[in-house]
């Protein structure tokens, strides 16, 4: 069953907040959008962390579009329980559709995950943002991991892919008008508000987690990052 709530959208402000977007009409065609787009390396920098998580019991998804890292997530590890967390009731169902018969195993959540708070309990192993982050601010990316630290386990990891826009002429000229281009085609689409990428990695060092790998991907067009919880993080829990 899906849970439902209502929530502001973290890119607006207390004052004025802006309307969430709507994503449910690209549920149907993301998946041919970003093939068509990207080919299969948004797919590969989503999942190149996944050997590093099987041995994990439960995982907290954030924003996982229509499914496909959650998916591979259930299907490399027969154990782990997810927590899927997304604004857009359409993604959630083509996410349980992509779980088949595992979707057992998976709890999803209609609300906005960039203000969401976790059940301190939950000792989750596994958190997984794929191309959500940049839906948000920095204070709000510091904000959300801070929220989210609680209710983790003993060294767990966060994975993180994202576009990123490197510091070099291939950043200046190709890579910062892609994004940009993507932030208007999602303003127009979905009504996103947003403009520019956020310092996640800087918001989530001050929350208390430590880069451990990356791998880039389209010459640092797309990153993904594997995070730890720090020890000193751990013992101020």
Not at 32 to 48: D, H, I, T, Y
Not at 192 to 216: D, H, I, T, Y
Request: a neutral charge.
């Amino acid at each position: 069953m899906i849970e439902s709530a209502k929530g502001e959208f973290a890119c607006g402000t207390a004052d004025r907040p802006d309307p969430e977007p709507n994503f449910d009409g690209l549920a149907a065609v993301y998946r041919w959008m970003e093939w068509l787009s990207f080919g299969p390396f948004l797919g590969r920098a989503r999942c190149v962390f996944l050997p590093s998580m099987i041995g994990a019991r439960r995982a907290l998804v954030l924003g996982d579009g229509d499914g496909r890292f959650t998916q591979a997530l259930l299907r490399t590890n027969p154990a782990v329980a997810v927590d899927a967390v997304d604004v857009s009731r359409g993604m959630l169902q083509s996410l349980l559709r992509a779980a088949g018969a595992d979707a057992g195993r998976v709890r999803v959540k209609v609300q906005n995950a960039a203000t969401w708070t976790p059940d301190p309990a939950a000792d989750y192993d596994i958190v997984a943002t794929h191309f959500f982050l940049d839906c948000l601010r920095n204070e709000d990316v510091l904000a959300l991991a801070e929220r989210v630290r609680p209710s983790l386990a003993p060294q767990a990891q966060w994975v993180v892919s994202e576009f990123a826009v490197p510091a070099n002429s291939f950043g200046r000229w190709v890579a910062r008008p892609v994004v940009q281009s993507l932030y208007w085609a999602f303003r127009v689409m979905t009504g996103l508000n947003m403009q520019r990428l956020p310092n996640w990695q800087a918001a989530l060092r001050s929350a208390g987690f430590a880069l451990v790998e990356e791998r880039q991907w389209l010459h640092g067009l797309l990153t993904s990052q594997l995070w730890k919880v720090t020890a000193a993080a751990e013992e101020s829990a």
